[in-house]
């Protein structure tokens, strides 16, 4: 991902500034996704819970309201745990991630703004 403007640069344009703000946010689509894969693979293979089960319990920890089914394996629980961990860092992440563009724009042209009033 390209770097943002250092704040003796001029403000991104608008058009720029949407594509940016549209690739953060497929990059966090894919990063849910793919947590999202790796959260049902592992229900499935730990728990042997069917595929929609697995969707559901996955979604859940990853959205951080918790699984639906308790793990009843002791690798079920040691994958759990660790995913729980994962999906609680991942929802930061992911947001950083999308709202980055937007945060630094609101920021960049708020120095300006001070800036031209100094």
Avoid: C
């Avoid at 966090?28 to 559901?56: C, K, N, P, Q, R």
């Avoid at 930061?92 to 920021?107: D, Y």
């Amino acid at each position: 991902m390209k770097r943002f403007e250092h704040r003796t640069e001029p403000l991104l344009a608008t058009q720029a500034f949407i594509r940016r703000v549209i690739i953060s946010f497929l990059f966090g689509i894919v990063l849910i996704l793919l947590s999202l894969a790796v959260g049902m693979t592992g229900y499935h293979v730990f728990e042997h819970l069917e595929w929609i089960d697995s969707f559901a319990n996955a979604s859940m920890l990853l959205s951080g309201m918790g699984p639906l089914e308790q793990p009843q394996t002791e690798a079920g629980k040691i994958f759990a745990g660790i995913y729980a961990l994962y999906s609680g860092l991942a929802v930061i992440l992911i947001a950083g991630i999308t709202f980055a563009p937007i945060v630094h724009r609101f920021l960049h042209k708020f120095h300006l703004e001070n800036k031209e009033g100094e």
